[in-house]
T-cell receptor
Framework: RKEVEQDPGPFNVPEGATVAFNCTYS??????FFWYRQDCRKEPKLLMS???SGNEDGRFTAQLNRASQYISLLIRDSKLSDSATYLC???????????FGGGTRVLVKP | DVKVTQSSRYLVKRTGEKVFLECVQD?????MFWYRQDPGLGLRLIYF???????EKGDIPEGYSVSREKKERFSLILESASTNQTSMYLC????????????FGDGTRLSIL
C-alpha cells in the first residue's frame, strides 16, 4: 500500500459547482499535510497547509480526519482556472521529508 | 516569497554524458531536495540535504549524486546519463523547522537521447 494515495480522477466539474476529493495516508505518525496545485508541465505550487483539523482559504477548504487517516480538499464555486492536478503530501513522522500522493486531476468545464 | 531557481527549463543530453542540474534558493533554507516526476509514478525523492555538505539518499538514488557546497545551492549529477533518466526534475527547499511545506523550482525537463 502506498503511504499517500489519491484518486487520480479526472473529476469533471461544471463551472460553479462544488467538488471534493480525498487523500488517504498510512503513516499514523504524520503531523502535517499539504495540498499543492500542479498545472500541466509546471511545478507544484503550495495551495494550503493542514496542521490540525482543517484549514480554509477562500473557496478552498481542507479537512483532516485523523481517525480515518484522510485529508479532503473541497473547492466551492469552481472556476475554469481551477483545472489542475492537486497533490496531497504528508510529512514522515514530523521530519523534513514529505511523501506525495499521485495527484487528483480536476477538469472544470463551462 | 520563496524563490527556487533551476538552471534550465529544458535540457537534451546524450547517453553516457555527465549531466549537472543546478538549483538555487534565496530563503536561507536548510533543507533542499531533488525529485523526479514521471507519469503514473508521481514525485519520487532522489536525494536531499539538510545542511551544507550533508546529504542523504532518498527513494531512488541509483545513478545520481549530489553536491551541497553552499547553503543556497544544491546540485544533482547524473554520472553517466541513461535513457531511463529522461524525466521532469524538480528541486525544492524548506526551512529546518519541522512540519513546513516544501517550495519547488519550476523544473527541468531532461531528455536523454
Amino acid at each position: 500500500r502506498k503511504e499517500v494515495e489519491q484518486d487520480p480522477g479526472p473529476f469533471n466539474v461544471p463551472e460553479g459547482a462544488t467538488v471534493a476529493f480525498n487523500c488517504t495516508y498510512s503513516n499514523s505518525a504524520s503531523q502535517s499535510f499539504f495540498w499543492y496545485r500542479q498545472d500541466c508541465r509546471k511545478e507544484p505550487k503550495l495551495l494550503m497547509s493542514v496542521y490540525s483539523s482543517g484549514n480554509e482559504d477562500g473557496r478552498f477548504t481542507a479537512q483532516l480526519n485523523r481517525a480515518s487517516q484522510y485529508i479532503s480538499l473541497l473547492i466551492r464555486d469552481s472556476k475554469l482556472s481551477d483545472s489542475a492536478t492537486y497533490l496531497c503530501a504528508g510529512d514522515k513522522a514530523a521530519g523534513n521529508k514529505l511523501t506525495f500522493g499521485g495527484g487528483t486531476r480536476v477538469l472544470v468545464k463551462p | 516569497d520563496v524563490k527556487v531557481t533551476q538552471s534550465s527549463r529544458y535540457l537534451v543530453k546524450r547517453t553516457g554524458e555527465k549531466v549537472f542540474l543546478e538549483c538555487v534558493q534565496d530563503m536561507d533554507h536548510e533543507n533542499m531536495f531533488w525529485y523526479r516526476q514521471d507519469p503514473g509514478l508521481g514525485l519520487r525523492l532522489i536525494y536531499f540535504s539538510y545542511d551544507v555538505k550533508m546529504k542523504e539518499k532518498g527513494d531512488i538514488p541509483e545513478g545520481y549524486s549530489v553536491s551541497r557546497e553552499k547553503k543556497e545551492r544544491f546540485s544533482l549529477i547524473l554520472e553517466s546519463a541513461s535513457t531511463n533518466q529522461t524525466s521532469m526534475y524538480l528541486c525544492a527547499s524548506s526551512p529546518q523547522l519541522g512540519n513546513q511545506p516544501q517550495h519547488f523550482g519550476d523544473g527541468t525537463r531532461l531528455s536523454i537521447l
